[in-house]
């Protein structure tokens, strides 16, 4: 025969679990949830996009030699109206820069030339070339309707580096405070 607390306590445990497993189940969305918040996630990603004020915050890198990198400091690139601020890590060859590797990918500058047009699959596709006073650099961002993004940087005079990110329209900077 079990004894009580042997009992109390299995009785105890399964409530926990049943709490738990209730709780879990109520965070998930309903299907016109999850549909209603893509819509406002699209909604945030094209009206950044269209203003001119956004900000990619990437959490991958992905040199042209070696594996992907996941990174964990927050890294990022915003198109600021005229403006182009990239906070960005690089690893790969250079080929005429600066001793101790001058600005490398962590510079503000204007931008020269911006282009933006839509891929066959609805993304946007986004050019950029700017100076900043070391190297001519291109920037090709790809941004999804979700936010997700790809960040593509080519230099003259280093090799060429790619990111992955994510527009959240959620966490944008406050580009009227300045």
Known sequence: ???????LSAVAAIAV???ILS?????????????????????????ALDSGRYRI???TMIPRRGSAQH?????????DG?????????????????YGGGKSLNFEST?????RKTGKKGEELISIMTDNGEDVLYYLLTVFSN????????????ESISFWGELDPDDQPDFDKK
């Open 23 to 47: 709780g879990c189940s109520a965070s998930r969305m309903t299907p016109q949830q999850k549909e209603a918040e893509e819509q406002r996630v699209e909604e945030g990603v094209y009206k």
């Open 82 to 98: 005229d403006k182009l601020i990239s906070y960005l890590p690089y690893f790969g060859v250079a080929y005429d820069v600066p």
């Open 57 to 59: 915050g990437v959490d």
């Open 1 to 7: 025969m079990k004894k009580i607390p042997d009992i």
């Open 17 to 19: 679990s049943a709490v």
């Open 71 to 79: 990174l964990t400091t927050p890294y990022s690139v915003t198109v």
């Open 111 to 115: 931008i020269k030339e911006y282009n």
């Open 147 to 158: 936010g997700k993004s790809s960040v593509d940087v080519r230099a003259k005079k280093r």
